[in-house]
């Protein structure tokens, strides 16, 4: 059975225009797909459909053998704590050190009061800590994540979504806030995450050259519909202009890889 | 498929231990190592120890808390839930609140316009910074009098009424404009004054050409701004210093005839004004952003 | 013309305004320097600055907290029901708006003349303000962290106390210590009017005429007020 299913879902913010309509489709457990189109095409709603940030206004979405649109508040934070999320603007508690915030991946499974308090357990604490040496912020650790660069506070959003040990991780515009190197890092690390943990990845790409490169299935967006949904390697020309509604000369990409 | 991080786990662990801090329970720790953490918690612990401090050594004079509470909700209620004209008509009421909003008016154009030539002397970028650390003291020291005892200083002269009033609110004004002025002086691009500097032009020319008209915008909103806090200070002179308007009112139903319901209807008279003001003054805001 | 309007509907003569100027120039360097009489009275006054500083530390620390629990009802990212948002932005700009002298002179009715009249005269103005502040604050400073957390699965009460409280922090505190400021100021208007603490001292004086010791209370209150800016300028500069 496929780990998260699409079926027919759609959402608008005033009833009148819709932001997603009718979108059908399914991942498999293990798969790496990137999600393109131009801004506002709807794919971050499509993305916080799944975790429930935003809630869909009619269809299914099934993850992991669960109805999510149905999910009562406990199922749903359980739900919530196996899917791991990654923002354009790294959404950290800029104020508290990068193993707080690391931490915070394991909100979902701490009661109340140890939760509220900023109480974890040694066995917690160390394996945030093998994770951020992973992810080579082992100089970071104490400072606090206002101090760090863009990508290094990627790297402690990556590290974050890891923590919660998920089934899948959601990318929103990854790389949207960096600078090329650190692009080409924060990617290359969602791809070993993805090869060695086999964690199923879901990211939101503006580089249409970056999700070809990376990811073995691209969905196409445009308009709140699915206009392409296959291969990386059957993406062409046309296809493109047809998602981003104008000419390929207008946009700056190259797709020799 | 997490065998990665567990297998070379020994020797992971080890460097681990390298990177991590152990409070003295052999616990890790997990709080950044920043001044400013320990400045907060030391500022919000002193705060907290000031408050129970304050609590233990008030004097209450034994005063039954319980009774005193229930007889407050009930005044409270006389006040906002029937609310009576009983000694003053509407119309005399709000020609008061006309002299309460005219006070407003008077202490704020002439803070303001005291305001815009002190700025010019204490902005960083046009002024030197002796003359404006001199006068930034000045002016902290201008705020820091409440406005009630500006309003009876000057009463000593000039007797209780309109003149100590807003010459009071306007030092008050006069301090606080002068800082919003500054600042929004400060924040124009040094190349507009520069420009006109190479061009010749004296130091009005560049006061006329340059500054007023980059910064007239956020002028006007801190204006009415000001002009918003002045007439509520205008309403508590009335009250406190015997300055006129529907302040006086307020206090001759609440202290002199101990009218709950009088009081009540110029409380909601003086709120909705108040909310009306706040509203056209969002919208100046708006408008300037 | 809105100034001669202005003037004709108060009264209000410019000339005077600028001639009360000499006069109040010269009682204010006249006095300035207290007596011997002036100086007997410094415990006294002393005692009551003391007693006002801590009265309006009081006040802003509890009104703070009662505000910061508050403002998260009415913050739109907390995503509680747009109702009670509505309705804690109302009632919060009703107790903001409600002049602090009504409250005062409401008070003096049930508690007389009590520090706790001024306690929680001040208290209700302070905390209508702090909620309009706080809920600016959080909506402004913690949205995108939020988020994050919700998306871990965290409880409510988790995103206050690890995301919304830590990132609105300094600017709450720069709140709290800039009212404790406001608030001495204040709370001498309303002593004058409820006959309690310095206000009242200052009232005493001034009345009979002794405006050297007047004067003092004046003085008093400058250097509190400048000595508390200038702490919390420091403090400002190391947190933020």
Known sequence: ?257 | MSEKVLQPGTTISLDLEKIMERTGKGKIKIKAKNKSRYALQALMVTLLGLTVVAFATFDYQNIDFAEAVQATLQNIQTVFLEPELTRDTLTSVLYQLLVTFCLGILSTIIGAFFAFFCSLLCARNIASSRMVNGIKSFIAVVRAVPTVLWVLIFAVSAGLGSVAAVVGLTFHSFAYLTKAYAESIEEIEPGIIEALKANGASYWQIVFQAIVPSTITSMVAWTFMRFEINFTNAVAMGAAAGAGGIGFNLFMAGSFYFDLQEMGMLTYIVVIAVVLLEMVSTRIKAYVK | MIFCGASLVTQFHLAEGIQSFPAALHWIFSNLIPDETAMERLPKILDKLVETALLSVAVTVLAGICAFFFSLLGSGITKIHWSINRLVRIVAAFFRNVPDVVWAMLLMFSFGQNILTGFFALFFTTFGLLTRAFIETIDEVSSNCVEALEATGGRFIHVVFQGILPSSLPSVITWVLYMIETNIRSSTLIGILTATGIGYLFDLYYKRLDFSSASLVVLSIVVLVLVIEGVSNKIRKVIL
Do not use: W
Request: some cysteine; glycine content about 8%.
């Open chain 1, 1 to 257: 059975m496929a780990l998260l299913e699409f079926q027919n879902v759609s959402k608008s913010y005033d009833n009148v225009t819709k932001a997603l309509s009718d979108i059908t489709f399914s991942i498999e457990k293990g798969e790496f797909v990137s999600i393109i189109g131009p801004s506002g095409a709807g794919k971050s709603t499509l993305l916080r459909c799944i975790n429930r940030l935003v809630d869909a206004s009619e269809g299914t979405i099934v993850f992991d053998g669960h109805d999510v649109r149905k999910a009562g508040k406990a199922e749903m934070r359980q739900m919530r704590a196996k899917i791991g999320m990654i923002f354009q603007h790294y959404n950290l508690v800029e104020r508290l050190s990068v193993i707080e915030n690391v931490l915070h991946g394991c909100l979902g499974k701490k009661s109340a009061i140890s939760g509220m308090a900023g109480h974890y357990t040694e066995e917690e604490k160390k394996e945030a800590f093998r994770i951020i040496q992973e992810m080579g912020l082992s100089d970071q650790v104490y400072k606090r994540c206002d101090e760090l660069s863009g990508g290094q506070k990627q790297r402690v959003g990556i590290a974050r979504a890891i923590m919660q040990k998920p089934k899948m991780i959601l990318c929103d515009e990854p790389i949207a806030s960096l600078d090329p190197k650190a692009s080409k890092v924060i990617m290359d690390q969602l791809k070993e995450i993805n090869q060695t943990k086999g964690i199923t990845c879901l990211v939101n790409l503006h580089q249409v050259d970056v999700a070809i490169k990376y990811s073995e299935r691209i969905i196409g967006v445009s308009g709140g519909k699915i206009v392409y949904d296959g291969p990386a390697e059957h993406l062409t020309k046309e296809i493109i202009q047809q998602i981003y509604q104008s000419s390929a000369n207008d946009l700056i990409m190259d797709l020799q890889r």
